[in-house]
């Protein structure tokens, strides 16, 4: 199994950014998808998550700025960001909870993590 991600870059304060995350391989289903985020000397923090059935999550500090969606069909989870400020800048890595068969056990794994620059 592997999670592609793609789409940061550099932007200036106030604009937009579209991540995308897209898991590839055998599996059973994908449980939960999110992003996470780590800026230089700081630790990996939760930004957004989306439950199989729909349930979300955002960080106090994204809420209102940033959506998280997910396209089952092509197993791909999205972070609209906007109004991005330069605090967000950091490393961005999406995650998913994968079920490998039917069994049940859940296991995490991981992108390679995508750039975002908020600077002017």
């Known amino acids: 199994v592997q999670l592609q991600a793609s789409g940061g870059g550099l932007v200036q304060p106030g604009g937009s950014l579209r991540l995308s995350c897209a898991a590839s391989?055998?599996?059973?289903?994908?449980?939960?998808m999110g992003w996470y985020r780590q800026a230089p000397g700081k630790q990996r923090e939760l930004v957004a998550v989306i439950q199989s059935g729909g349930s979300i999550n955002y960080a106090d500090s994204v809420k209102g700025r940033f959506t998280i969606s997910r396209d089952n069909a092509k197993n791909t989870v999205y972070l609209q960001m906007n109004s991005l400020k330069p605090e967000d800048t950091a490393v961005y890595y999406c995650n998913a909870l994968i079920q490998l068969t039917t069994l049940g056990v859940l296991y995490p794994y991981w992108g390679q993590g995508t750039q975002v620059t908020v600077s002017s």
């Open positions: 391989g055998y599996f059973f289903r994908i449980n939960a």
